[in-house]
């Protein structure tokens, strides 16, 4: 990624097993966002999104910031280039998507990403951060205009990511085959984000953070572990920032 004005941090899950919406990611969001003062949320991936925003406002207010949602706005794209942080929520990937094309708001997130917004990425607002939405674990509810996100990465996450469970009886793929499967198809690496884990991007440079770790899967390569606190640059290397197999 050659762009080190890109400012992102992609969080796995909103809401960690024990606590309340964003609690674990408090203190990243806090020192993420500095003296920062607007923040404007996108709430496109859930149906009802006034609600959605009343949660989120009351989260953000919580942390001494002004949330206000997108979807109540006279201009979406207006909303965008003045505002001071951009926050995607969770909820289902294909609809958010969806809502991104149908709004034409592609473009002017990555020109304010590039400008050095500050970009907050949550379940299927950090897979929005990949090339496309190909590692989702949503079903495809909707259809977009394409599978293409907004790039701002040149890696796809797999958010929530699961571990295989040697009790189980479940016959089906795990996550870590479905994500192979993906890789037989597509170069593209794939960070599998562990609940309570986060990236954080800056000064061209990601950093693993949170309490869990995270899997990174590379084509033709054993999957590798890693903890929180590890530099993981190696992934900001790619300039394909979008799957090939995928026009543009």
């Known amino acids: 990624m050659n762009n080190k004005t890109r400012r992102l941090l992609l969080i796995s899950n909103s809401t960690?097993?024990?606590s309340g919406y964003l609690d674990h990611?408090?203190?990243e969001i806090r020192d993420f966002l500095g003296e920062l003062n607007h923040v404007l949320f996108v709430p496109f991936a859930l149906l009802d999104r006034d609600k959605y925003t009343a949660t989120a406002r009351a989260r953000?207010?919580?942390?001494g910031y002004e949330l206000t949602s997108i979807h109540s706005a006279a201009n979406p794209a207006q909303a965008v280039k003045e505002t001071d942080a951009?926050?995607?929520g969770g909820g289902n990937t294909f609809r958010l998507l969806k809502a991104l094309?149908?709004?034409d708001l592609l473009d002017v997130i990555r020109e304010r990403v590039d400008a050095g917004m500050p970009y907050i990425g949550s379940s299927a607002g950090s897979n929005m951060a990949c090339p496309t939405i190909r590692t989702t674990n949503d079903m495809p509810i909707v259809q977009p205009a394409s599978f293409n996100a907004l790039g701002l990465v040149p890696f796809q996450i797999n958010p929530h990511y699961l571990d295989p469970d040697p009790n189980s009886r479940h016959m089906g793929e795990t996550r870590e085959e479905r994500i192979i499967q993906f890789l037989e198809e597509n170069e593209t690496p794939v960070v599998g984000l562990r609940e309570g884990a986060m990236l954080r991007i800056e000064n061209g440079e990601i950093i693993l953070r949170g309490s869990t770790g995270a899997?990174?899967?590379?084509?033709?390569?054993?999957?590798?572990?890693f903890t929180p606190g590890a530099k993981l640059n190696e992934l900001l290397s790619s300039t394909d920032y979008r799957d090939k197999n995928e026009s543009v």
Do not use: N, V
Request: hydrophobic share 45%.
């Open 16 to 18: 960690l097993h024990g």
């Open 101 to 103: 094309y149908d709004f």
């Open 25 to 27: 990611a408090e203190s």
């Open 60 to 63: 953000f207010q919580k942390m």
């Open 215 to 225: 899997r990174i899967f590379r084509r033709g390569f054993e999957p590798l572990e």
């Open 86 to 88: 951009m926050f995607i």
